[in-house]
C-alpha cells in the first residue's frame, strides 16, 4: 500500500514538474538539460557494496544504482550505468568526459575540479583491525600505525589536507582493504562503515573487528564536471522529488535497513485510499490551473536556496577551517610538550596522575586505568607510600609553591618543583610538577671538586718533587765520585794492612768490607734514580693537558706508570701481583694522563677488592690485529661481584663500599675516559672467585700516526 501511494504522490510532483517545465519560459536560460535526448552516463565503483557493485548474475546493483535509476525516472532522463575501477571513473568525469554523474563525497578541495549536488545523505568511516590488535580503540591511535585506504578515496583527498603522521598502502577498492588487512600484518584499515560490514559478510572475515565509534563523517552528493549546471539542476530537482515520494526511503530502506513488513488489511487500505486518494485526485486537477503561479515562487526560491547553500558552504569552511587551526594548534603543544626533557606531569591530590609528557610507554600516561599511579613511583621511582619531604604533598597541605632535591630508589637526583592550581575559592585542586634529572649535573659538580683537590695536590706534588729533587740530585751527584774515592783508596788499604783478616771497618771483616761497600754505592745510586722517576711521573700525572691535546700513546707505558704511582697500595694488598706487557703494540690516539688515571682506578678497584694478601691481582696487554685493538685486562680474585651489583658498577654514584668512604664515582669516570677514547670496558664477575676488567682501545689510524 505504501508503494502505491508513493507512487501516486510521485505521479503528482511529475505533473507539477511538467507544468513548471511548459510555463516557466523565464527559466529557459538556467532550466535543467531536459530536453536533451542523450542517456546520462552514470560512473561507478565494480566492487563497493552495498553502494554500488557487479553482483553474480553480471548486473549492476547496489543503493546509488536504484537511486539514479529513480532520480532520472523522476526527470524524465534515460541514464546508462558504466561501473569500473574508481580511478577510470574519476577520469571519466573529471578529466576526458566519458563520465556524466557520479556519487561522490563532499571534500571542499574537490569543488575544483567539480559540483555537487544537494547531500542525499551522511556517511562514516570506520576502524577495522584484527582481533588479536589491542593497540587500536580511537582514531588517535592511527598515528605512527600503518593503514590500509582506498586510492582516490575521500580518505586518501581528506588525509592530503588534514595530514596524519601514519604510513598508507593504497588500494583499488575498500573490499580489498579488508582482505588484505585479514592476510596480512598492516595494523589497521580505513573505509565506509556500510561498505566493511558488507564485505565482512560476504566473504566471511572473521578474524576482523572494528575498533572505536565511526569516524570522518561526510555527506554523500551527486558529482557533475564542473560548469554543468544545467545537469545539476536536474539531479538536485530529481533528488527532491525522489524524497518527497517516499521513493528515496524505500530504496535507502531495501539497501540498509529491515525490509521485513506486517501486511495491511483491506479495511487499512480502504481507510487510508479515502483519505490519501481522494485529495490527491483533487489535487491533480488543481495543478493545472495554478502551475502559472509558481512561476516567479520557484525563480525566487531558488535563489534563496542558493544564497542559503553559499552562505551554509561559507560556514562550514569556516568551521573546517577554525577546526583543522585548533587540531594543528593541539598538535604542536603537545609536540612540544614532549619534546621538553623536563617532566612536567599534573596531579590531583591524591598524586594520581592527570597528563604527563613523559613517553608513550611510560605507566603513568594520561589515560591509564592504573588506580594506583602516583608521582613518585612512576617519575622519580620511589614507593607507592607518601613520604613527608615529598615536595608534592608539601605543595597540596600548604597551597604554596614547593620544591625539593630527591634521591629516588634507583640513585639519580632529581630537582623537583611544584606549583598550585587553586579553585576561585582557593583552595589546590591540582599541581603541575616540573622534575628535571640533574644526575649528571651533581656527578660533573663532584667531579669538578675531586679535580679541583687533584688540582690542588698536584701542585703541592710538583713543589714536593722540587724539594726532592735538589737533595736527591746532590746524590746522584756525589754517590759517583764516592765510588771513584773509594775505588782508588781500596789498593792503598791493601798495602797498608799486614794482616787483613784481623782488620774490622764498620763492623764489617775487611774482606766482607771490600764487597759490600761497592754493592751499597749501587744500591743508594739505583734507589736515587727509582725516586727521580717516581717523582717525574708524579709531576706527569699532575700536570695539566686537556682532552683534545690527544697524541699518539703506548699503552704499555700509561699501565706501567699507573703500576708505579700504586706500588705501595699493591704492596700493601697482595704479595702476588703480575704484570705482562705485549709486544709491539700499536699506538692510540689519546690523552696520556687520561689513560693513566684509568688505569690507577682500575688497579686501586682491585686492591680493594681481594680480601688478603694472599689472593694474586695480574695486568696484562696485548692486541687483536684483526679486530684493530688493544686490550688491557686488570683480574683479581677478590670478592667478585653479583650480576645485579655489575649491571650498576658503573653508574653514577654507586657503590658498595660507601661507609668506607667510596664515592661511586671511580669506574663511571673510567667508563667516560674509555668512550672519549673511542673504546670499551666490559667487567666479568664471580662473586668470591674472581673479577675480570677489560679495556679495548682502537689503534691509532696509519694517517694520523704519520
Given at each position: 500500500m505504501k508503494r502505491v501511494l508513493s507512487w501516486f504522490?510521485?505521479?503528482?510532483?511529475?505533473?507539477?514538474?511538467?507544468?513548471?517545465?511548459?510555463?516557466?519560459?523565464?527559466?529557459?536560460?538556467?532550466?535543467?538539460?531536459?530536453?536533451?535526448?542523450?542517456?546520462?552516463?552514470?560512473?561507478?565503483?565494480?566492487?563497493?557494496?552495498?553502494?554500488?557493485?557487479?553482483?553474480?548474475?553480471?548486473?549492476?546493483?547496489?543503493?546509488?544504482?536504484?537511486?539514479?535509476?529513480?532520480?532520472?525516472?523522476?526527470?524524465?532522463?534515460?541514464?546508462?550505468?558504466?561501473?569500473?575501477?574508481?580511478?577510470?571513473?574519476?577520469?571519466?568525469?573529471?578529466?576526458?568526459?566519458?563520465?556524466?554523474?557520479?556519487?561522490?563525497?563532499?571534500?571542499?578541495?574537490?569543488?575544483?575540479?567539480?559540483?555537487?549536488?544537494?547531500?542525499?545523505?551522511?556517511?562514516?568511516?570506520?576502524?577495522?583491525?584484527?582481533?588479536?590488535?589491542?593497540?587500536?580503540?580511537?582514531?588517535?591511535?592511527?598515528?605512527?600505525?600503518?593503514?590500509?585506504?582506498?586510492?582516490?578515496?575521500?580518505?586518501?583527498?581528506?588525509?592530503?589536507?588534514?595530514?596524519?603522521?601514519?604510513?598508507?598502502?593504497?588500494?583499488?577498492?575498500?573490499?580489498?582493504?579488508?582482505?588484505?588487512?585479514?592476510?596480512?600484518?598492516?595494523?589497521?584499515?580505513?573505509?565506509?562503515?556500510?561498505?566493511?560490514?558488507?564485505?565482512?559478510?560476504?566473504?566471511?572475515?572473521?578474524?576482523?573487528?572494528?575498533?572505536?565509534?565511526?569516524?570522518?563523517?561526510?555527506?554523500?552528493?551527486?558529482?557533475v564536471a564542473e560548469g554543468r549546471r544545467g545537469l545539476l539542476k536536474d539531479l538536485n530537482m530529481g533528488l527532491r522529488i525522489v524524497k518527497a515520494t517516499g521513493k528515496f526511503e524505500e530504496i535507502h530502506q531495501k539497501w540498509f535497513g529491515d525490509l521485513s513488513a506486517e501486511g495491511w488489511p483491506l479495511r487499512k487500505i480502504a481507510r487510508y485510499g479515502a483519505v490519501v486518494l481522494g485529495p490527491l485526485l483533487l489535487l491533480i486537477g488543481l495543478t493545472l490551473t495554478w502551475t502559472w503561479s509558481l512561476k516567479k515562487q520557484v525563480h525566487q526560491r531558488t535563489k534563496e536556496l542558493q544564497n542559503e547553500l553559499a552562505e551554509r558552504k561559507l560556514a562550514e569552511q569556516g568551521l573546517r577551517d577554525s577546526k583543522a587551526e585548533l587540531n594543528e594548534l593541539n598538535v604542536q603543544f603537545k609536540t612540544i610538550l614532549e619534546g621538553i626533557s623536563i617532566n612536567i606531569t599534573l596531579v590531583d591530590p591524591d598524586l594520581r596522575i592527570v597528563w604527563t609528557n613523559l613517553a608513550p610507554s611510560a605507566e603513568s600516561r594520561s589515560g591509564s586505568d592504573e588506580s594506583d599511579r602516583e608521582y613518585c613511583r612512576s617519575v622519580c621511582g620511589r614507593s607507592t607510600a607518601r613520604c613527608s619531604d615529598c615536595p608534592v604533598v608539601q605543595c597540596?597541605?600548604?597551597?604554596?609553591?614547593?620544591?625539593?632535591?630527591?634521591?629516588?630508589?634507583?640513585?639519580?637526583?632529581?630537582?623537583?618543583?611544584?606549583?598550585?592550581?587553586?579553585?576561585?575559592?582557593?583552595?589546590?585542586?591540582?599541581?603541575?610538577?616540573?622534575?628535571?634529572?640533574?644526575?649528571?649535573?651533581?656527578?660533573?659538580?663532584?667531579?669538578?671538586?675531586?679535580?679541583?683537590?687533584?688540582?690542588?695536590?698536584?701542585?703541592?706534588?710538583?713543589?714536593?718533587?722540587?724539594?726532592?729533587?735538589?737533595?736527591?740530585?746532590?746524590?746522584?751527584?756525589?754517590?759517583?765520585?764516592?765510588?771513584?774515592?773509594?775505588?782508588?783508596?781500596?789498593?792503598?788499604?791493601?798495602?797498608?794492612?799486614?794482616?787483613?783478616?784481623?782488620?774490622?771497618i764498620a763492623g764489617l771483616p775487611y774482606y766482607r768490607f771490600q764487597e759490600e761497600v761497592p754493592r751499597i754505592f749501587l744500591d743508594v745510586q739505583d734507589s736515587a734514580r727509582r725516586i727521580r722517576q717516581i717523582v717525574e711521573d708524579l709531576k706527569n700525572f699532575a700536570r695539566e693537558n686537556p682532552m683534545n691535546a690527544m697524541e699518539p700513546v703506548n699503552v704499555n707505558d700509561a699501565v706501567q706508570v699507573a703500576v708505579r704511582l700504586a706500588r705501595h697500595a699493591i704492596d700493601k694488598a697482595t704479595d702476588y701481583f703480575d704484570a705482562s706487557y705485549g709486544e709491539n703494540l700499536p699506538p692510540v690516539k689519546g690523552n696520556i694522563q687520561q689513560l693513566e688515571q684509568l688505569m690507577v682506578n682500575l688497579i686501586m678497584n682491585a686492591c680493594e677488592a681481594v680480601p688478603d694478601r694472599t689472593r694474586p691481582i695480574s695486568i696484562t696487554t696485548g692486541m687483536d690485529a684483526g679486530a684493530r685493538i688493544n686490550i688491557i685486562r686488570v683480574i683479581d680474585r677478590g670478592a667478585g661481584m653479583d650480576p645485579e651489583t655489575v649491571g650498576h658498577a658503573m653508574d653514577p654514584f654507586f657503590t658498595t663500599r660507601r661507609e668506607k668512604g667510596g664515592t661511586g664515582l671511580g669506574l663511571s669516570i673510567c667508563s667516560r675516559i674509555v668512550k672519549e677514547h673511542g673504546g670499551t670496558i666490559r667487567i666479568e664477575s664471580v662473586p668470591d672467585k674472581q673479577t675480570c676488567v677489560t679495556v679495548c682501545l682502537p689503534f691509532m689510524s696509519e694517517e694520523a700516526a704519520q
Open positions: 504522490a510521485c505521479l503528482v510532483v511529475l505533473l507539477i514538474y511538467t507544468g513548471l517545465s511548459s510555463a516557466a519560459e523565464g527559466l529557459s536560460a538556467i532550466g535543467p538539460e531536459s530536453s536533451s535526448d542523450r542517456a546520462i552516463v552514470f560512473g561507478g565503483d565494480h566492487d563497493y557494496p552495498p553502494y554500488e557493485y557487479i553482483n553474480e548474475k553480471g548486473e549492476a546493483a547496489g543503493f546509488h544504482i536504484d537511486l539514479i535509476r529513480a532520480v532520472c525516472e523522476a526527470v524524465g532522463r534515460r541514464v546508462n550505468v558504466q561501473l569500473k575501477d574508481w580511478s577510470e571513473v574519476r577520469r571519466g568525469l573529471e578529466n576526458t568526459g566519458d563520465i556524466d554523474v557520479v556519487a561522490m563525497f563532499y571534500l571542499p578541495e574537490r569543488e575544483a575540479v567539480v559540483d555537487f549536488s544537494e547531500p542525499h545523505s551522511i556517511e562514516y568511516s570506520q576502524i577495522f583491525v584484527r582481533k588479536n590488535n589491542s593497540s587500536i580503540h580511537s582514531f588517535e591511535d592511527l598515528a605512527g600505525k600503518t593503514i590500509i585506504i582506498m586510492r582516490g578515496s575521500f580518505t586518501e583527498d581528506y588525509f592530503k589536507s588534514h595530514p596524519l603522521n601514519a604510513t598508507f598502502v593504497l588500494v583499488d577498492t575498500e573490499p580489498e582493504a579488508l582482505r588484505l588487512l585479514s592476510a596480512s600484518e598492516y595494523d589497521a584499515a580505513l573505509v565506509g562503515q556500510y561498505v566493511g560490514r558488507k564485505v565482512l559478510q560476504r566473504y566471511r572475515l572473521s578474524n576482523i573487528t572494528t575498533a572505536g565509534t565511526p569516524v570522518l563523517p561526510r555527506e554523500y552528493c551527486l558529482a597540596f597541605e600548604k597551597s604554596e609553591y614547593s620544591e625539593s632535591l630527591i634521591t629516588s630508589a634507583d640513585e639519580r637526583k632529581w630537582e623537583v618543583r611544584v606549583f598550585p592550581l587553586k579553585t576561585p575559592e582557593g583552595e589546590t585542586e591540582r599541581a603541575i610538577i616540573m622534575a628535571s634529572d640533574i644526575t649528571e649535573k651533581v656527578r660533573l659538580q663532584v667531579e669538578a671538586s675531586i679535580s679541583n683537590r687533584l688540582a690542588s695536590l698536584g701542585i703541592l706534588a710538583a713543589g714536593v718533587a722540587h724539594e726532592i729533587n735538589n737533595p736527591n740530585g746532590l746524590i746522584l751527584l756525589h754517590i759517583p765520585m764516592l765510588q771513584k774515592c773509594f775505588e782508588e783508596v781500596l789498593p792503598i788499604l791493601n798495602r797498608h794492612f799486614d794482616d787483613p783478616e784481623d782488620v774490622y
